[in-house]
């Protein structure tokens, strides 16, 4: 089973500034089966990024994806009020997906 | 556009069994993998396991002694078991669409298990 880490745990930035989120996986993994999510409160998750580096449907080109083997990256080049929130990277490469402990990106 | 919807008890007592249903519009079932998500209050996200619409399904290898799941292609619905629950098992559990990464997802629905 891949285990994933995402940190840090809290991200306290500005509109404007640049975060830069890292998942990081147990064992380094040969496919890009890494998927990006973020989530408000009372919401369901929406999905940013799948195949580690492809925008879903209707996301806004500041969310990128990146990274391979164990290190992965989303990065969001310049915070919008609405970005202000939880993220989840996901493994979907083997029979039992996984979740990150997420990462809460918060207002300064 | 797709709509996913669940449905099912809000309260669940200890040992009982959790019996929720996702109602799927807008998208065929067919040739389709149906997951079931949950997220314990405050906490992050569990895969559950998925269907596919002929069935076949996998489970989360830490809850697959107590899950069941199944599909109604017919009557457009797929539906998640879960017996001998503790509360554990209290969360808001979200069905989806697909087997990997999800773009469709239900708004979810708090299922809490309380005496």
């Known amino acids: 089973e891949i285990v994933l880490t995402q940190s840090p745990g809290t991200l306290s930035l500005s509109p404007g500034e640049r975060a830069t989120l890292s998942c990081r996986a147990s064992?380094?993994?040969?496919?890009?089966?890494l998927a990006w999510y973020q989530q408000k409160p009372g919401q369901a998750p929406r999905v940013l990024i799948y195949?580690?580096?492809s925008r879903a449907t209707g996301i806004p080109d500041r969310f990128s994806g990146s990274g391979s083997g164990t290190d992965f990256t989303l990065t969001i080049s310049r915070l919008e009020p609405e970005d202000f929130a939880l993220y989840y990277c996901?493994?979907?490469?083997?029979?039992?997906?996984?979740f990150g402990g997420g990462t809460k990106v918060e207002i300064k | 556009q797709v709509q996913l919807q669940e449905s099912g008890p809000g309260l669940v007592k200890p040992s009982e069994t959790l019996s929720l249903t996702c109602s799927v519009s807008?998208?065929?079932?067919?040739?389709?993998?149906w997951t079931w998500i949950r997220q314990p209050p405050g906490k992050g996200l569990e895969w559950i396991g998925h269907?596919?619409?002929?069935?076949?399904?996998n489970y989360n290898p830490s809850l697959k002694s107590r899950v069941t799941m199944s599909v109604d292609t017919s009557n457009n619905h797929f539906s998640l078991n879960m017996n001998s629950v503790m509360a554990a098992d209290t969360a808001v559990y979200y069905c989806?669409?697909?087997?990997?990464?999800?773009?469709?997802w239900g708004q979810g629905t708090l299922v809490t298990v309380s005496s």
């Open positions: 195949g580690a580096s």
């Open positions: 269907i596919h619409y002929s069935g076949t399904t």
């Open positions: 989806a669409r697909g087997s990997g990464w999800h773009y469709d």
């Open positions: 996901q493994w979907y490469g083997s029979s039992a997906p996984t």
């Open positions: 064992q380094s993994v040969t496919t890009h089966s």
């Open positions: 807008g998208v065929s079932m067919i040739s389709n993998y």
